[in-house]
């Protein structure tokens, strides 16, 4: 971008691991394991099997990368023949726009926890005063915060890019388990300093942990501790058509 071009020795990628061998072996999917943690993504996906009729959910929790980035550490999507619990708001509307800034890049718009503090200052971006959803910290350079333009760049700021670890992972035959550390996404050692993009200090601790009982059962479980116990939580979950509400269950259905 502008005066900074790649110099021939640093790559023009983030590395994820291993560069994959120019002759690598193909194999079949049903080779492949049904569970799989990527560690540098911080991202779990797990499925039931291989077959048209699978049930398939994806798990984040890991750091922000700026450009691009939402702010979704925690965030699960569950997939059976349509889309079931799903990443909502569209990128169609383009960069910038209302929508972009203040629905599809925020917590808002995930599967996540908000835990909304009502005197917190707000933010601007593109013009706009981006209201308080109570979501995570505003990690995503539409808001404020200056673009890494290095690994080491990255590194030496990653407090500001820490949302989240995956801090427990077990796939089995008859489960997997895994548990993710989100706390970092809404409090760090800046937040309630003044430092804007970090927010206010919202959260003591937010641990999600996920049980995938293959084919068809997700239990998810959530340990939240707010600074301020009236803070107001929020457990979010975004279907394509709406639910219904029948007594204490909730019923989402998709197309058929």
Not at 170 to 182: I, L, R
Request: hydrophobic share 30%.
């Amino acid at each position: 971008q502008g005066a900074r071009k790649p110099n021939g020795y640093s790559p023009s990628e983030r590395p994820w691991g291993e560069p994959m061998p120019r002759k690598a072996s193909i194999k079949s999917p049903e080779s492949l394991p049904t569970a799989r943690y990527f560690d540098g993504l911080g991202v779990v996906v797990m499925r039931s099997d291989w077959t048209e009729d699978a049930t398939y959910i994806g798990f984040k929790c890991g750091p922000s990368f700026w450009s691009h980035s939402h702010l979704d550490s925690g965030h699960f999507s569950i997939y059976k023949r349509g889309g079931l619990a799903i990443d909502s708001g569209s990128y169609r509307s383009g960069t910038s726009c209302e929508h972009y800034d203040q629905y599809y890049l925020l917590s808002l718009a995930h599967n996540v926890v908000t835990v909304t503090d009502p005197n917190e200052a707000t933010i601007s971006t593109h013009g706009r005063e981006v209201f308080n959803d109570g979501g995570q910290r505003w990690t995503a350079g539409q808001y404020g915060t200056s673009v890494p333009y290095s690994v080491p760049d990255w590194q030496k700021r990653s407090e500001e890019f820490d949302t989240g670890r995956i801090v427990a992972f077990q796939t089995e035959k008859d489960f997997t388990y895994v548990c993710g550390d989100t706390t970092k996404a809404y409090t760090n050692s800046m937040s309630g300093t003044g430092h804007k993009q970090s927010r206010s200090k919202r959260v003591r601790k937010l641990m999600r942990s996920l049980l995938f009982l293959p084919p068809n059962h997700l239990v998810v479980f959530d340990q939240v501790e707010s600074f301020d116990k009236s803070f107001k939580k929020r457990w979010l979950m975004h279907t394509v058509n709406e639910p219904r509400v029948e007594k204490d269950l909730i019923i989402a259905e998709r197309a058929r």
